[in-house]
């Protein structure tokens, strides 16, 4: 097992997963902004009972939390992906590379699914299992 060759086929995916969290968590935070315009011009138009006040405050509440969730799955991403890095915990760095994969819990649909399956393909390799495996019992 040598430690290098599996440090070579993980740190690309790796990288990959944290620019896809890293934009992905820009892109939420831009939405979490233009979310809470929208829900505080909603509960002002609703004062005045407009149809279109009530589906902004609901639009605004829901996407709110789509938003959070989102920003939360890119932490765990990060996590992750620094686990990868660093060979030192499978269960994690697998899990970041699924949720990257996820539609509606990716940060950043497109790059998570590029990034998510280059690393269960880089985490699959026999000599990278063994990495992780030896960084964790030493």
Known sequence: MDPQYAESKVIGPAIGLLVTAGVGMVIQVGSIIINIINLVGGAAVTLNEDANGIAMLMQGGVGLMFNF????????IIFGAMKMKSLSGHGAAMAAAVIAMVPCLSPCCPL?????????VAMSDPEVKA???AQ???
Request: aromatic share 14%.
């Open 69 to 76: 969730l989102a920003v939360i799955m890119g932490g765990i």
């Open 112 to 120: 998570g699914l590029i990034f998510g399956i280059w690393a269960i």
């Open 131 to 133: 990495a992780f495996e």
């Open 136 to 138: 964790s019992m030493g």
